[in-house]
């Protein structure tokens, strides 16, 4: 909703208030202000023109030279463009030495040869968007009324001397969709008077109902619908402060009927609707849900097809409006229209919102029927609009309105206790400070002992229940006044679980390890559903998905962080390392999936680059291994955890590795196979995937401390020869279990398959670490041990020492 500052000072007074101040206000108070506009922003110097003459450019032929007074001791010259510029106009026009929009500044200059002092404006070249400005001059410049006077100032004439506030309001604040809603709220916030419109309406002799007959099949879709006629109106513009509010509001004027109709949406928040009298074809208004396939053309020409859940008006046989939403083309007020049919309706929002979702027409209309109007003010906006057309239309209103009232409605009755809403609130409020909260609010309150009944009016459609009392209060108390006060007790909320703390420290770990975390969908496509599934259970389909794409709960996180690789190499980033923790959707067979937390990383490109030292390393297997090793360390289950090598779809097939706990699979870490890689053009990608919540669960043992060795070690090599697809991690874990207690360490260090190897060997070399805490060993000792660790490899995986 826009608000004009201006206009809304026709209701309530601001003074002392200036609209910056007053949206802080609003936004304190729990409607948001988007922001604020200042429509002359970076314009300086336009006054308004007389044009006392006006010829072709000699030297141009889409150029006039025009002879303007502009409220000086001379007329000026100046050259303009427009097609529409013409003697006797009143027209904006930026002086010499003026600023127009985007610090645009007009100088002296000469155009063919001809002198041009200043410029003649368009309202687009003023800062208006193009939507908003009359058709009638949306390819020109703007004609003002010859009211005005030549020197005055054009921005003021235009009303472009305010500021907008934008308001975003929620779907329960429809009583703010209009100007007195705003100023209800302002004046409840201010603690001042709200000014309501007057009404001057006088009425002819002749009956209305002479005219037309109104009948409504559909009640409860439509419980009020009220006409009066309006006779003898000439169409033209409206005024120019009518339009430049319309305008400020975002709305493009048409004619006076019509930007009055739109007037009295905005101040009331009742939309009205203007039909052609004359063009309707019967004397009877008949409200029905369509018929099967009937038709309508619009007003934006337009042929619509309507089903029964649609609402239409129609003249007794055929629809002339689809009500609430868009009048028909053949209806329409036009520049021969002399009398005007107005409809004020009260409209349920169902049908309407049907009709507004199935033929995409959003309008402001449908949109505050959608939401609600205050069934008050429906008579009370027909008025207003009818008095009006008399006043800027000519029109002589008919006596009476022609209506159908079946509507009741109620205000709502809510009470509340002041014990209940201090021990909400958490404050001391007296009975007085809540009525006059009350009575700023237009309530009307009454008080029995320590309750508070509170009549709601019908424009506040959102209070029903006591929270909704007690919202109030707090808003309109303040909520930076509301006492701040610390929780009291032996145990205070808000500690985390150890699962938690788990959860955050592998997250900071692995931001720290240079991992950035991503949050992805957890829908999928069936396609991808099941690639990278720890756990291969039957997919789960969604009832409604919003597209094919995310149509199944997701089975695994890596199809979406490579999809996360991929969106980032195309805009150039393609070398990244991402992470998530998120849950997987596995059917068990109940009526709901069983979700399961999993933990998943990818990682491409370079991981080390250091140009000035000429040292890049891509990412490998290692680097990612590394970085989960040291995941696993810190939760001090790295003893606990293997790596054997595995073959998976969508892997690389030599570069795979199951992750065991326990001796149990909890996840994999390995390549994407290339022709994934290529299918998603990507570089050497390397992704891990586990269940995280298998990981953090998994007990650990007490923190157990060993004194720092007195005694030295001893170091032997050996290199092996063994088969190639022996993986050397059995080897290690022979190592290890044949050298007992004294042996300490067992690692890699070299790899060769190269010459002089035998067809299917390869030459795996280790570094052995003993070590006695208790003594110095000896050499005989070593020996010993390190002949049963060879004796051990040669028997179980038939290793021998090189030679």
Known sequence: MYVSYKW??????????????????????????????TLNEGIKGVVIGHV?????????????????????????????????????????????????????????????????????????????????????????????????????????????????????????????????GVAYE????????????????TESSEKASNYIKVSVEANEDNPLYAAKVIRNVKIGPSPLWMQTRLMAAGIRPHNNVVDITNYILLEYGQPLHAFDYEKLGSKEILVRRAKEGETIVTLDDAKRTLTPDHLVITNGTEPVAIAGVMGGANSEVDADTTIVLLEAAYFAGSPIRKAS??????????????????PNRVREAGERAAALMAEYAGGEVLDGTVEVDTLQVEPAVVSITMDKLNTFLGMKLTVEEVTDIFARLKFEAAVDDETVTVTVPTRRGDITIEEDLIEEIARLYGYDNIPKTLPAGEQLAGKLTPYQAKRR?????????????????????AEKVTQYALEKTEPIQLAMPMSEERSQLRLSIIPHLLEVLKYNGARQADSLAVYETGSVFLAKGGELPAEEEHLAAAMTGLWVSNPWQGEKKPV??????????????????????????????????????????DGKRIGFIGQVHPSMQKQLDLKDTYVFELKLNELLEAGTEPLHYEPIPRFPSITRDIALVADKDIPAGTLRSIILEAGGQL????????????????????????????MDPERTLTDEEVTKVHEKVLAALKEKAGAVLRA
């Open 505 to 525: 420290f592998v997250r900071r770990f692995l931001e720290g390890a240079g991992l950035y975390q991503a949050v992805t969908y957890s829908l999928t496509s």
């Open 186 to 201: 302002v004046g409840a916030i201010l603690g001042r008077e709200v000014k309501f419109p007057e009404i001057n309406l």
């Open 357 to 374: 979702k199935d033929h995409g027409l959003r309008s402001e209309a449908s949109t505050r029927f959608e939401k609600g109007v205050d």
């Open 620 to 661: 490998d297997f290692y680097v990612l291994k590394g970085i989960l090793e040291g995941l696993t360390e810190k939760l001090e289950l790295s003893n606990r955890i293997e790596y054997i090598q595995a073959q998976m779809d969508g892997m690389h097939p030599g570069r795979t590795a199951d992750i065991l706990l």
């Open 743 to 770: 042996l300490k360490e067992a690692s890699v260090f070299d790899l060769y398959e190269g010459a002089n190897m035998e067809e299917g060997k390869k030459s795996i070399a280790f570094s052995l670490k003993y």
């Open 52 to 180: 006392l003459e006006r010829e072709q450019h000699p030297n141009a032929d889409k150029l006039s030279k025009c002879l303007v007074d502009i409220g000086e001791e001379a007329p000026v010259q100046i050259i303009c463009g427009a097609p529409n510029v013409a003697k006797g106009q009143k027209v904006a026009v930026a002086k010499t030495g003026a600023v127009l929009p985007g610090n645009f500044k007009i100088k002296r200059a000469k155009l063919r040869g001809e002198e041009s002092n200043g410029m003649i404006c368009s309202l687009q070249e003023l800062g208006m968007e193009g939507k908003i400005v009359p058709k009638e001059y949306a390819e020109g410049i703007f004609v003002f009324p010859n009211s005005v006077t030549p020197g005055e100032d054009a921005i003021e004439a235009l009303n472009r001397d305010d500021k907008v506030l934008e308001l975003g309001l929620t779907p329960n604040r429809a009583d703010c969709l209009n100007m007195l």
């Open 8 to 37: 809304l000072q026709d209701y309530v007074d601001l003074s002392g208030v200036t609209a910056e101040e007053l949206a802080e206000k609003i936004t304190k108070s729990g409607i948001e202000v988007e922001g604020v506009e």
